[in-house]
């Protein structure tokens, strides 16, 4: 699958967010190292601290599903900027994928490619920290 297939699907997820409260639908496509993609949407609540982000939805599903290792993420917000994961996201992935491939995307389908732990987190706290 190339990058702008997987951008397309990151794209796609945003139609099922659940994004109410922040009018801000996000979409996520991740990659498994046996090819396979898991999407993923924000879904916030009226609790607002309960809310999940796209890239977490997709992380979740795939290793409730034994999937433990990921090659690329592709992220797509609803803004003319490049949609950024947060903090809670990359630490998330940093535990499965330090070396993770992150596909920032524009609305518009521009997407930059980046480096989970060289330019997203580095210096991160990751299992090796506690060994
Ligand atoms: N959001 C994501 O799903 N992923 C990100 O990387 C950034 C933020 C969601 C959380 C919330 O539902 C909405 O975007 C606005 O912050």
Redesign the pocket.
Known sequence: MTDAELVALALAARNHSY?PY?H?P?GAALECADGTVYTGC?V?NAAYGS?I???RTALVKAVSEGKRTFTRLA?A?SSDDY????GA?RQMLLEFAPHLTVLCTRQNGDFVSLSLDGDLLPHGFGPHSLE
């Open positions: 994004s922040s801000f996000v924000n916030e809310s982000c796209a890239e992220v917000g949609c950024w994961p947060c996201c």
